[in-house]
């Protein structure tokens, strides 16, 4: 099956930079889209960031010019850059991922299992 494994979150302070890492395994014929939400406590799981296989990219609001996506399909492997942290970005930070695992299957979204990301004042 497909895994989706996500790595570099942790504990920074306001004004901090992390780098976030996802990686697709298993039995994998195509990625399409691929992109990080994230939820905070209380909250609804949000769209932070996606870029498509060809590489256009989509950001929300809050996150524009503080945050860059990109991928190396190679790898199988989505990054999120993130500067300028404050504690609005605390939360878990989940990636997703579009992918056929045949030829003829069709597209599915998969999840990771969420990092955590919190931002100290």
């Known amino acids: 099956q497909v895994q989706l494994v996500e790595s570099g979150g942790g504990l920074v302070q306001a004004g901090g930079s992390l780098r976030l890492s996802c990686a697709a395994s298993g039995i994998i014929f195509r990625v399409n889209a691929m992109g990080w939400y994230r939820q905070a406590p209380g909250k609804q799981r949000e769209l932070v960031a996606d870029i498509t296989s060809g590489g256009s990219t989509n950001y929300a609001d809050s996150v524009k010019g503080r945050f860059t996506i990109d991928r190396d399909n190679a790898k199988k492997t989505v990054y999120l850059q993130m500067n300028s942290l404050d504690s609005e970005d605390t939360a878990v930070y989940y990636c997703?991922?579009?992918?056929?695992?045949?030829?003829?299957?069709?597209?599915?979204?998969?999840w990771g299992q969420g990092t955590q990301v919190t931002v100290s004042s």
């Open positions: 997703n991922a579009v992918i056929k695992t045949t030829a003829i299957a069709p597209f599915n979204a998969y």
